[in-house]
C-alpha cells in the first residue's frame, strides 16, 4: 500500500533516546533516482534519521515506508532481509570487517545473505574494486588501507548488495582532507548514474554540486527543505542562515 | 678507577630467579649427599607408575598422562558450553538471558571439589535413550564436573572478547541484512577468538591444575596412584614422589601460563 509514488515516504517519525527526542516528526520523501543530501548541527537527528529508514534503529512513532516495505511494521532481522537488499549504508567509520580482505568483505554478505553464486559474486566484487579504482588492492586487510581506500572498499560493498537506494552517513567526516577527494569523486559517480542516495554531510560544497535537494535538520525538524541553489543562497529560515553562516 | 655495572630490570630479574635456581639446585646436591639421592633413585624407578599407571609405563591406564587427558576433554566440553553460556548472557531476550546470568554465577561461585562430588552423586550409573545405553563411568562424571565451573568462567572471558568488539561491526553486518546467528559466526566470533585465547589458555592452566581434584571420582590419576600403589613406600620417600608430582603440574602449566601472558601481550591493542 502506497500513500504516494515517491520511493521513500518517511511520514512524522518520532524517536527517542531515553528522555532524549532525537526526532520530533520528520517527514521526507525521496523519489526514485534523488539524490538528497541532509545537513544540519551534530546532534540535531541526522544520523538516526539514515538508521530509522533502514531499521537498524525502531522508531517509536510515524509511518516509514520504502518501496514495498513499511519498515515501521518490520519486527525482525529476517523480515527486514528484503528491505536490507533494498537498501544499502556506509558508514563514517567505514566498519569493514577487520579479519576478511577487501574482495571477502565485498562477497560475504551477497553469498551469505542473498545466496548468489560465488564466482557470479567474485566477478562483481572485482568489477566493484575496479569502479572505486582499487583493483589492486582486493587481497588487502582493511587494516593495510588508508582511510579513504577503506572507505571505497566499504562503498563498494555497499553497491554488491546491488540496493536501489544507498544511505551515507558522514562517509567523510573521519578522513584525511586529501582523501576526502577521491571517496566523493566515488559517490559523485553514482548519483550520476541515477542510484536513490540519502546522504549525511557536512561537506557543503558536496552537497551544492551533487544533490537534487537539501534537508536542513535542527533539533529533530526539518526546518528547510529545498533544492541546493535556493537553500544554500536564499535560505529561507533564520536557524538555515544561523548554521549557513557558520559553516560556510 | 670506578667501575659500576647498571643493570636493567630485566637483568636483575634474570639475576633474581638464577639465584633461586642456584639454590634450589644446591639444596637437592647437600640433600642428595645426605641420603636424597636413594630416595630419588626410588622415585626414578617408579616415575612410570606415576606418569601413566603401569608400572612398565605402557599401556596408558592412569597417572598424570589421565590428568592431561581429563584437562583437555573437560576443557573441549568447557570450550562449547562457555561459549553458548557467554553468548546467551548477552541474548536480547530476557528469558535466554536471565538463565543464563543465573546459571554462570552459581557455577562460578560453587567450589569445584563440591561440585565434583555432587556430579558423582547427581549423574546416574547410565542413562538410555532410545533403548541405547550411555554409560557414565566415573571419568565421565569428572569431565563433566570439572568442565561446568571452567565453563562458567570461560563464559566470562567470551562475553568480555564478544563485548570488546565494536558496535559498528554489529551495525554494519545487520545493515547488510545478516541475523544475529549469522552475525556471531561470520562476524564477532572470527575477531573474538583472537582475543579470547589468553584468557582461555590461562583457564586451561587453572583446570589443569585442578584435575588432581579428580581423585575424589575415583579415577586412576596421579593423586589416586600416589594414595594407593604408592602407599606402601616409606613416609620420608613419599615426600619426593609429591614433590615430583608437584613438578609434573608445574612443568606443564607453566609455560602455558607463560605463553598466554605472551599472547595477552601480542593482542593487546591489536585491531583484529
Known amino acids: ?248 | 678507577m670506578n667501575m659500576t655495572f647498571e643493570l636493567s630490570y630485566e637483568g636483575k630479574k634474570r639475576l633474581v630467579i638464577g639465584g633461586v635456581l642456584a639454590a634450589i639446585a644446591a639444596w637437592i646436591a647437600v640433600d642428595a649427599m645426605a641420603g636424597g639421592a636413594e630416595h630419588w633413585g626410588r622415585v626414578f624407578v617408579r616415575l612410570p607408575l606415576l606418569l601413566t599407571g603401569q608400572g612398565d609405563g605402557w599401556p596408558i591406564t592412569g597417572g598424570f598422562a589421565l590428568n592431561i587427558l581429563l584437562s583437555i576433554a573437560s576443557m573441549a566440553v568447557a570450550t562449547v558450553l562457555g561459549t553458548l553460556l557467554g553468548i546467551s548472557t548477552l541474548a536480547q531476550s530476557p528469558y535466554l538471558r536471565l538463565p543464563a546470568f543465573f546459571i554462570m554465577n552459581f557455577l562460578r561461585n560453587s567450589p569445584w571439589l563440591v561440585l565434583l562430588f555432587a556430579m558423582l552423586f547427581i549423574l546416574p550409573f547410565q542413562v538410555e535413550v532410545f533403548g541405547l545405553r550411555i554409560p557414565f563411568p566415573p571419568f565421565v562424571k569428572a569431565v563433566i564436573g570439572l568442565a561446568l565451573p571452567t565453563a562458567a568462567n570461560l563464559s566470562e572471558v567470551v562475553r568480555g572478547a564478544v563485548q570488546s568488539i565494536h558496535s559498528g561491526q554489529w551495525e554494519a553486518a545487520r545493515a547488510l541484512g545478516y541475523t544475529t546467528p549469522q552475525i556471531y559466526r561470520h562476524v564477532i566470533l572470527p575477531q573474538a577468538l583472537r582475543r579470547m585465547i589468553p584468557g582461555w589458555m590461562n583457564l586451561y592452566a587453572l583446570l589443569t591444575i585442578a584435575t588432581a581434584l579428580a581423585t575424589v571420582t575415583g579415577i586412576q590419576d596421579v593423586l589416586t596412584i600416589l594414595n594407593t600403589s604408592l602407599a606402601m613406600e616409606s613416609e620420608r620417600v613419599l615426600v619426593y614422589f609429591y614433590l615430583t608430582t608437584l613438578f609434573l603440574f608445574f612443568a606443564y602449566c607453566y609455560p602455558i601460563a607463560i605463553f598466554a601472558r605472551r599472547l595477552e601481550r601480542a593482542v593487546k591493542g591489536d585491531n583484529i
Open chain 1, 1 to 248: 500500500m502506497k500513500r504516494s509514488e515517491a520511493l521513500i515516504e518517511i511520514d512524522n517519525i518520532h524517536k527517542s533516546f531515553g528522555d532524549f527526542e532525537v526526532l520530533k516528526g520528520i517527514s521526507l520523501s525521496v523519489n526514485e533516482g534523488e539524490a538528497v543530501c541532509i545537513i544540519g548541527p551534530s546532534g540535531s537527528g541526522k544520523s538516526t534519521v539514515l538508521r530509522c529508514i533502514n531499521g537498524l534503529l525502531p522508531i517509536d512513532e510515524g509511518y516509514i515506508r520504502v518501496g514495498n516495505h513499511r519498515v515501521h511494521e518490520l519486527r525482525s532481522e529476517k523480515e527486514m532481509r528484503p528491505l536490507r537488499h533494498q537498501v544499502s549504508m556506509v558508514f563514517q567509520q567505514y566498519n569493514l570487517f577487520p579479519h576478511k580482505t577487501a574482495l571477502e568483505n565485498i562477497m560475504m554478505a551477497p553469498i551469505q545473505v542473498l545466496g548468489h553464486e560465488r564466482a557470479e559474486v567474485e566477478d562483481r566484487a572485482r568489477k566493484l574494486l575496479e569502479k572505486v579504482r582499487l583493483g589492486n588492492k582486493a587481497d588487502a586487510y582493511p587494516g593495510m588501507l588508508s582511510g579513504g581506500q577503506q572507505q571505497r572498499v566499504a562503498i563498494a560493498r555497499a553497491l554488491a548488495m546491488q540496493p536501489e537506494i544507498i544511505l551515507f552517513d558522514e562517509v567523510t567526516a573521519a578522513l584525511d582532507p586529501e582523501t576526502v577527494k577521491e571517496v566523493l569523486l566515488t559517490i559523485r559517480e553514482l548519483v550520476d548514474d541515477g542510484l536513490t542516495c540519502i546522504l549525511v554531510t557536512h561537506e557543503m560544497k558536496f552537497a551544492r554540486e551533487v544533490a537534487d535537494r537539501v534537508c536542513f535538520t535542527d533539533h529533530g525538524l526539518i526546518v528547510e527543505n529545498a533544492p541546493p541553489a535556493d537553500l544554500f543562497d536564499n535560505p529561507q529560515d533564520p536557524r538555515t542562515r544561523e548554521f549557513l553562516g557558520q559553516v560556510l
